[in-house]
């Protein structure tokens, strides 16, 4: 699974990051982690605030940070 944290390293993006790196140790899975910083990339999935999750190039969500429960629940859905 190839997981995208995008934002310019706010504290929020890492934010966002350490709650899905928890919740994709829980499950175990098998996951890649980039961070996007520059804005033409970030502009290219059409988000218009950060941070944003990106998993196997779907966003998932943007401008906040999700509970870790939505997160498991997507991970879970696209781990199939």
């Known amino acids: ?4 944290i ?3 390293g706010c504290p929020n993006c890492e ?4 709650v899905t790196r928890n919740v994709v140790e829980a499950l175990g899975i ?8 520059a804005m033409p990339d970030i502009m290219a999935y059409d988000v218009m605030s950060t941070p944003a999750l ?3 190039e ?4 943007s401008g906040r940070i999700p509970s870790k429960d939505e997160i498991r629940g997507w991970l879970e859905d696209l781990a199939g």
């Open 30 to 37: 098998d996951a890649t982690f980039t961070k996007v910083k």
């Open 6 to 8: 995008l934002g310019g």
């Open 54 to 56: 990106v998993v196997n």
């Open 1 to 4: 699974m190839e997981i995208k």
């Open 58 to 61: 779907k966003v998932l969500s």
């Open 15 to 18: 934010r966002l990051e350490a």
